[in-house]
């Protein structure tokens, strides 16, 4: 069974620092990883999908890199800004046909 | 173009009510999948809908919860006889097929509280 894993379970940054969020998961064998974002109340906004033949992917400050050798995958935020602020979550496609996720990064940038 | 929709956003039930969640997927869209999320579990696969075959149902609770989709489109999550730990948040997902190369987007949930 796929097991998720996500550190810190929260973290507090001023603005315009760099921070990376961690994911390790147990079962190398997967078929993607995605990045989500959830502002309270809400549900969840795709950041990144990486396919498993992939090392990285990009999207503005953000960028994510896939180890899967290493069952690991980290989310780098350039410049981080109040808005960045939210529950940050991975989550592992073992299947086609489910995503296993983390207990999530709560982020809170100051400003 | 228009997200996944679900109705109710929130619903407050009694104890040993039935009821029904709604998710409207992306236009298009052929797998959808529901998803629970609560204080204790996180977030939890449910069940899984792919065109006109037959449903993944392996993360359902109990037999209590159901669900069908009617046309490949609009899906409906019934949970019978509701009891106080099904108190979550519903999540709907849909994606354009399935398979590594396609993301899942998530609807903004119903948040169900039974009493």
């Known amino acids: 069974k796929q097991e998720v894993t996500q550190i810190p379970a929260a973290l507090s940054v001023p603005e315009g620092e760099n921070l990376v969020l961690n994911c390790s998961f147990t079962?190398?064998?997967?078929?993607?990883l995605q990045w989500f974002r959830q502002d309270p109340g809400k549900g969840l906004t795709s950041l990144l999908l990486i396919q498993s033949s992939q090392r990285e992917q990009t999207s503005g400050r953000l960028n994510a890199s896939l180890d899967k050798s290493s069952g690991r995958s980290t989310l780098y935020i350039a410049a981080s800004q109040p808005g960045d602020s939210a529950t940050y979550l991975c989550?592992?496609?073992?299947?086609?046909?489910?995503?296993?996720f983390g207990s999530g990064t709560q982020l809170t940038v100051l400003p | 173009g228009a997200g996944v929709s679900q109705s109710p956003s929130n619903k407050v039930t009694e104890k040993g009510k039935d009821v029904e969640l709604r998710c409207d997927p992306i236009s298009g869209h052929t797998a959808l999948y529901w998803y629970r999320q609560s204080l204790g579990q996180g977030l939890e696969f449910l069940i899984y809908f792919q065109g006109n075959s037959a449903p993944d149902k392996s993360g359902l609770p109990s037999d209590r919860f159901s669900a069908e989709r009617t046309g490949g489109s609009v899906s409906t999550l019934t949970i019978q006889r509701t009891q106080q730990e099904d108190s979550a948040v519903y999540l709907c997902a849909s994606s354009p097929r399935t398979g590594g190369a396609y993301e899942q987007y998530f609807g903004p949930g119903t948040r169900l509280t039974v009493t």
């Open positions: 989550a592992v496609g073992s299947s086609a046909r489910q995503l296993t």
């Open positions: 079962d190398s064998a997967i078929y993607n």
